[in-house]
């Protein structure tokens, strides 16, 4: 029973570390520049697909990732130059109906590239095993590659938001962004960057998981939509907030699907306990953003710019 | 974009509120005289196809005017609309299963159960606005997505079918499809017509007025909050009835109504006819419905042509697509 | 000495480390036009704020009519009485310039979740905003489209709407702002014609209308009330000509 609880907390923090990944670019683009993205989620699809078609290719998962991380940049910086760029001085409305579109064209381009079936990505072989944690506690090993990687990728964007000049850009960006404009700084670039980074953090989040979860066009939009709830909880253009909420919302949502209709059996006829577990545990997460709502509107780690 | 005032003669002097141009008052009765026309037209080139595209065309017509309350005359981008019409049609799914079939016990349900989910998530999401309001309206939509996937009792993930339309007191009136698009004409008609009520209404009068400048409404006296959450809740339950119509006519009940996608399609839809315009969401429903259908026969991949036009508008005019829809319309309601 | 009908006391503001509001202590006596001036940067809109409820202040108390008002929001003060213009206009364009005013009369009369009957053809509020427009001289404007006036007429408007909530206290921001010679001796004259009827506190930089129009001035300096009286004596107070020196001339 603990280790069932100790694997699972772990899988709910490699979940979480997922939509960290994800989270981290979004928050900032929402938080610096004010502009609703729904078309995030998509390049975590793009990510996932380009590592299985370099994969296939290349016939290693290494390479397969290595190559889908700048190629997830490129079609990020090319995104923001097409489109983005034009919609930061726009309205909210404006915003949601191209990036909606946008996602409607991606979304149906992967189907014609590569069919509407789902895509499988073998395991590399060095990491098909498992470690032995403690006891007889064992765990894949690709799965702890995962949450290490993830772990990196945070302190690295940790080191960047607080220790660089980029960062110390971003974070007067999320509060004060006419400041920033008025400061000489060259905006667009800074723009640009953040959305290739973010890009490409949410392209590598795909890539990462496509050898554990089956690479389909829906993949995306459940992500990004779990990615939205992380950043509520979080406050907007938090990065450390995202982070902390993301590892929340990980570990509720995997705890709360495999314990939830356990614990449910005590109170219940165990029929009900497994229907009503099951109809329940998908809505804890939603169940938290509202109580972080009531409680806190602008989300745990609001970066001062409020309500906006 | 008030109704009261036609900016497109205040160039002339002394416009009155109540003087409009002949078009806008004839072109309600111009819309709904042709749909009534719709089924002479299908006997005539003998399809009856069309009174299926129609009445679905007046089903989201319904959905898109509740949507227009609070997104045209409130300024409060809902992402998660389509959450309400899977509310009504799982009332009729659900209700129906236990052999409750009449429609107006169907209805009411819907009207409850909506009007509840609309004032905990509206109480929620109005206390943030901007982006965060766009995001909140679609995680509890999609929260209400998962609810009815996980149901399995009720089909879960695959939907469940229904054995036939709801009766009325008892009357089998509906299993007929002109009887069908005739009711669904004449409800969109009332429901037309209680939005053209409630906008020129005080409480729609404030909704405007939040729209436009919700520090001034404070500054004269009003807290905004009560009034958003109102036509929320109002919204809400408008486009459950529209789940209910829907569940009727396809005589099938299936989260996919309420996906995060589908809440989107009504945006797209009020604003392709006219924001904050009383007749724009009907003729954008019937418009985006009959592009839905041309385009779908034309190729299995018509949302990428759906995606490049809405991203092509979007960009390529200055004041985005309302702003198109208007000059379309040939109006310049500002 | 007669009870103010305003009392502020003590009231503080800081942005960050700035000190936007320092301590100030006010009284507005009824019936009095009292004229707030400062130099730019000087915290007056910012005082202005804290007054209608548009801003939270961080201490001190303000008093209105004997009633503590300090945590209320902006929309109750209204109710209380007191009411405020904005120094950018702030009107509703797309509606008509009667509307405008109506949508103030309507928040004192009465409930506003009326869902089905016209608000347009409500007589009663219609008769009380046009009795605000012609107070401002407005009337035949009434039908038109707001954002169709000319700026005078929209800060005339600003002040009619001000009037319409029902307000004995008025707080107007820099009404004259951006008005030219011939339009702001009009509101000059509105703003006089109101003594008696309504108590006014104003921001304003033209210096002559103050002077011209005020019974009290109080001199905002870096947050501070660093002179406040009849105008005379505030005009020659030395700390005032020292804080104006250079900025712009007094009198």
Aim: glycine share 10%; proline share 3%.
């Amino acid at each position: 029973m603990l280790n069932l609880f100790l694997l699972q907390s772990l899988n709910g923090i490699q979940f979480g570390i997922l939509l960290f990944l994800v989270a981290a670019g979004l928050t900032l683009i929402f938080g610096v520049m004010d502009l609703i993205n729904l078309a995030h989620g998509v390049l975590y699809m793009i990510g996932a697909y380009l590592t299985a078609a370099f994969a296939a290719m290349t016939g290693s998962f290494a390479y397969g990732i290595l190559l889908a991380l700048p190629a997830t940049l490129l079609i990020g910086i090319a995104l923001e130059v097409l489109v983005f760029r034009r919609l930061y001085d726009r309205s909210h409305l404006d915003q949601v109906l191209a990036t909606f579109g946008l996602i409607l064209i991606l979304n149906e381009t992967v189907k014609i590239i590569w069919g509407s079936a789902p895509l499988s990505v073998p395991m590399p072989e060095a990491f098909s095993g498992s470690i032995q944690l403690m006891g007889n506690l064992r765990y894949p090993t690709f799965r702890i590659l995962i949450i290490a990687a993830g772990l990196a990728t945070a302190l690295g964007l940790y080191l960047m938001v607080n220790h660089t000049r980029l960062g110390m850009l971003l974070r007067a960006g999320a509060t004060h962004g006419a400041m920033v404009s008025a400061l000489g700084v060259n905006i667009r670039r800074l723009f640009m960057i953040v959305f290739g980074l973010g890009a490409m953090l949410a392209g590598f989040a795909g890539g990462m998981v496509a050898p554990i979860l089956s690479v389909d066009p829906g993949m995306g939009d459940s992500i990004l939509i779990l990615t939205f709830v992380v950043i509520v909880i979080g406050g907007v253009g938090s990065v450390r907030g995202a982070f902390v909420a993301a590892i929340i919302v990980g570990l509720v949502d995997t705890l709360g699907r495999s314990f939830g209709p356990m614990l449910l059996r005590n109170l219940l006829e165990p029929a009900a306990a497994a229907q009503m577990g099951r109809t329940v545990a998908p809505m804890l997460v939603y169940i938290l953003m509202a109580a972080v709502l009531y409680l806190k509107p602008t989300g745990l780690f609001s970066s001062g710019g409020g309500t906006r | 974009m008030s109704e009261a005032v036609t900016p497109a003669t205040t160039s002339i002097m002394e416009t009155t509120a109540e003087r409009q141009p002949l078009l806008s008052r004839l072109a309600p009765w111009l819309v709904f005289g042709l749909f009534a026309a719709v089924p002479l037209l299908a006997h005539a080139i003998n399809d009856s196809f069309i009174l299926v595209i129609a009445t679905r065309m007046l089903i989201f017509a319904l959905a898109a005017l509740s949507l227009n309350l609070i997104m045209g005359y409130g300024a409060l981008v809902s992402f998660g609309h389509a959450a309400y019409i899977g509310i009504g049609a799982y009332a009729v799914g659900i209700l129906s299963s236990y052999g409750i079939n009449d429609l107006l016990l169907q209805i009411a349900a819907a009207l409850v159960v909506a009007g509840l989910f609309a004032l905990v998530t509206g109480y929620l999401s109005l206390r943030t606005s901007g982006v965060y309001f766009i995001m909140i309206t679609l995680a509890f939509g999609q929260m209400a997505f998962f609810f009815m996937v996980s149901l399995s009792a009720f089909g879960g993930d695959d939907g469940m079918s229904l054995s036939g339309r709801s009766t009325l007191l008892g009357a089998d009136l509906l299993a007929d499809n002109l009887a069908l698009f005739y009711g669904v004409l004449i409800i969109l008609a009332a429901a037309f017509l209680l939005m053209r009520t409630l906008v020129a209404s005080r409480f729609g009068r404030v909704l405007r007025g939040t729209r436009d400048n919700p520090t001034r409404m404070r500054a004269i006296g009003f807290s905004p909050f009560a009034f958003q959450l109102t036509a929320y809740v109002i919204a809400g339950m408008i486009a459950a009835v529209a789940g209910v119509l829907l569940a009727n006519q396809v005589q099938f009940v299936s989260p996919a109504y309420m996906t995060w996608a589908r809440s989107g399609e009504l945006i797209v839809m009020v604003v392709l006819g006219g924001m904050g315009t009383l007749l724009g969401p009907i003729i954008g429903a019937t418009v985006f419905i009959l592009l839905e259908d041309v385009l779908a026969h034309f190729s299995e991949h018509w949302k990428l042509g759906l995606g490049l036009i809405l991203v092509l508008v979007v960009l390529g005019s200055r004041d985005g697509m309302s702003g198109l829809a208007r000059r379309l319309r040939g109006g310049s309601d500002a | 000495m007669l009870e103010p009908l305003l009392a502020v006391k003590g009231l503080r503001k800081n942005f960050g480390a700035l000190k936007v509001t320092d301590n100030v202590d006010l009284n507005v006596q009824k019936g009095e036009i009292h004229a707030l001036i400062g130099p730019n940067g000087a915290g007056k809109t910012t005082l202005i704020h804290q007054l209608s409820g548009n801003l939270r202040s961080d201490a001190g108390s303000v008093v209105f009519a004997g009633q503590d008002i300090t945590r209320l929001g902006m929309a109750e003060r209204v109710h209380l009485g007191l009411a405020r213009s904005f120094q950018i206009t702030s009107i509703l364009d797309g509606f008509s310039v009667l509307e405008n005013v109506a949508m103030a009369v309507q928040a004192r009369s009465g409930s506003s979740f009326r869902f089905f009957r016209d608000a347009s053809r409500e007589d009663e509020i219609n008769i009380q905003a046009n009795k605000a427009l012609a107070r401002v001289q407005l009337a035949d404007r009434a039908y038109r489209r707001a954002g169709s006036l000319s700026h005078g007429e929209k800060r005339q408007l600003e002040i009619a709407i001000a009037l319409a909530t029902g307000a004995r206290l008025l707080l107007l921001d820099e009404p004259l702002a951006g008005t030219g010679h011939e339009e702001s001796a009009v509101l000059v004259e509105l703003m006089r014609s109101l003594r008696g009827s309504h108590t006014l506190v104003l921001i304003e930089h033209d210096m002559d209308a103050v002077f011209s129009l005020a019974d009290h001035v109080s001199v905002l300096v870096y947050g501070s009330v660093i002179a406040s009286g009849e105008p005379s004596t505030v005009r020659s107070h030395p700390d005032v000509r020292a804080a104006y020196l250079g900025e712009e001339e007094i009198a």
